[in-house]
């Protein structure tokens, strides 16, 4: 089976060399259930154990170039699963970002804490790992360089863009439409959509 990041590079779907390498580095077969580890380097949707299924290589490509992460960025993370990109993006962040990840199955939540810690993401600090769907949980002030939210949401928490910083950049889906944003001012939120893509759905209590 072609490597992976040879797939994802050779179909343009991976283009940073930022992206290149955190792909490289943080194996997508350490996040998933021994059975499927060797079905790591293909470009699917795999299980990742207590029902889920984690979610296709070249769709978190896609929000991540989308995203434009860069070292000593400060990012939030909504719907965790077993911590892959998650772990993606603590690696890209570097020792001077930081990653706030929300998964809110509990059995997942602790899967992914254990899988990130292999990196020492979380025991490093760049990782913190928190059960919840992110929205009202997190009471810190500090706010986020970006946004990625993994489950398909009906519309924009309103919590979410007020985290967002100025210039700072969201990917989430809405209603299986993959949705990019920007803040360009405290009133403005430009958006693109991208269609064709299916996602389970995120529960929210209220928007």
Known sequence: MVPLVETLKQNNY????????????VS???????????EADADIPLPIGHGQMGPQPSLVAVMLELLEIKEGHRVLVVGSGSGW???????????QGKVVAFE???????LGQ??????????SGRVECFLGEGQDEFQEDTPFDRILVLASVDGVPSSFR????LSGKMVMP?????????KRSEDELYKEEFPGFFFVPLILKSF
Do not use: M, W
């Open 114 to 123: 254990r899988n990130l810690e292999k990196f020492d993401f979380i025991k």
């Open 14 to 25: 991976l283009r940073s060399e930022e992206l290149v390498s955190a792909f490289e580095s």
């Open 162 to 165: 007020q985290r967002l910083v």
């Open 104 to 110: 809110r199955i509990e059995d997942l939540h602790l």
């Open 174 to 182: 809405i209603r299986n439409h993959l949705c990019y944003f920007e």
């Open 28 to 38: 997508r077969a350490e996040f998933l259930p021994q059975e499927f580890e060797d």
């Open 85 to 95: 990109v998650t772990g993606l993006i603590a690696y890209t962040v570097g020792h």
